[in-house]
């Protein structure tokens, strides 16, 4: 961790498309950043355990995972297979490979995926009964699930379920104590009355993730921080509300295809912009209790 740090600052190796694990590993470190949220698809797929016994030795601890077949349905990064038990079976799996090499308690990100025929009640009762399933799971290898709402443009595309709100009374009847929630700036800054929204969730938030947001033009296409226009220290604020002290992750998608995409260009420098950016936002987010006492 950084020196005198208050906070936890993570990357998910979604934000350096482009490198490969090892210079993930490598470049984060090299810029001081506390956590990884490993992508199961730039592991070797014949044996983990070499490349994620590097993550310690890089200083590096695990903040995340996001496993490459990680929700119900198909979504916009995996499209195979496509009956809902299967998927299921491929996060399992990538529970049992990545747990033995991963701190207890590590969250496992899932999200829906498209409701087939626009069939959303059918993906929420789906996921109640397959969500449960997996978060028993989970729990017996010290792992956790942590659910994803997406932003509604991904309605399509990516998920059946939108706002934190929704998120929130799907964990509540999920109703397991390894299944959480993974908030999303990018995704949950929409949702109507979010600060309030936020202090419900309380402890079942088990990762925070930021970036900002420009009217995307594909489903892949969030900006830096502090070039949007969402308000990530309110964000902030109300999460530190809650108790939460886990890492904050920068998750950044940015299609090769867009004309300025992040992934083509510097990503060292994008990645100490917002560190940078993060650490304001930090300061500018302190709970008024927090403030008072230090008054």
Known sequence: MRPNASY??????????????????????????????????KLNRDDYAPQLEQVTNSGLTMSSVQATVHSLFPDSLAAEPTAPPDRVRHIKTAIERIAPH?????????????APGGDARHVYETALTEFAELAAFAARHAMRIAYEPLHPVLFNTDTALWGLDQALELVREVDHAAFGLCVDSWNIFQTPDLENVIRRCADRIFLVQVSDWCRPRSGADRVSLGDGAIDNAAIVKAVRETGYSGPYVLEIFSGESLPDSIWRGDLDAMLQKNMDAFSRIWQNSEPAAAAECRD
């Open 8 to 41: 936890v600052f993570g990357v998910s190796e979604f934000s350096t498309w482009p490198w490969s694990f090892e210079r993930d590993l490598r470049q984060y470190a090299g810029h001081g950043v506390d956590a990884i949220e490993i992508c199961e698809f």
């Open 102 to 114: 991963a701190p207890a308690g590590t969250p496992f990100v899932v999200i829906t995926g498209a």
